[in-house]
């Protein structure tokens, strides 16, 4: 499947809309979820052009890798809930609901976040 460069992640990386930015490093860009579904709800994206975890793992960079993955630990000390605990969810394709087709992780924290999953 090819990248949509058209998904609002890719607009937000080009400058093209804004959003309320908490890092950027080389390869990696944390911003506020426009609808935040707990106190702290923070997104952590690639820079470049992946859709998934699988895309991403077989065609990134391991400057990209590392940068993703120190990026995610780094914004959740700076946002101050690494020592209450935090969640990171990432939604892939149909199944994992996503739906913004670039790579992103939900660092979602900030309160009691119950179960990982409803029941069904
Ligand atoms: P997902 O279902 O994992 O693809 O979630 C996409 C997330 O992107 C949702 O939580 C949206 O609230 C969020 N989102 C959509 N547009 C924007 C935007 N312009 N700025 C920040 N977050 C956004």
């Known amino acids: ?5 058209n ?9 093209e ?12 860009l944390a911003f506020h979820d426009i609808r935040p579904q707990a106190p ?3 997104l952590v994206i690639p820079k470049g052009e992946y859709e998934s975890w699988d895309d991403f793992h ?4 391991d400057a990209e890798l590392a940068a993703f993955s120190r990026a995610i ?4 000390r700076q946002l101050g809930i690494a020592g209450d605990g935090y969640r990171l969810l ?8 996503q739906e913004v087709p670039h790579l992103h992780v939900h660092i979602v ?5 119950g179960r990982m999953l409803p029941k069904d």
Request: aromatic share 4%; net charge positive; with cysteine.
């Open 1 to 5: 499947m090819s990248y949509d460069r």
């Open 7 to 15: 998904n609002v992640f890719a607009k937000i990386l080009r400058g």
């Open 17 to 28: 809309i804004p959003c309320k930015k908490v890092h950027e490093d080389e390869h990696t």
């Open 40 to 42: 702290v709800h923070v």
């Open 58 to 61: 077989a065609t990134a960079s």
């Open 73 to 76: 630990g780094m914004v959740a």
């Open 90 to 97: 990432s939604n892939c394709g149909v199944n994992g609901h």
């Open 109 to 113: 924290g900030g309160k009691l976040l």
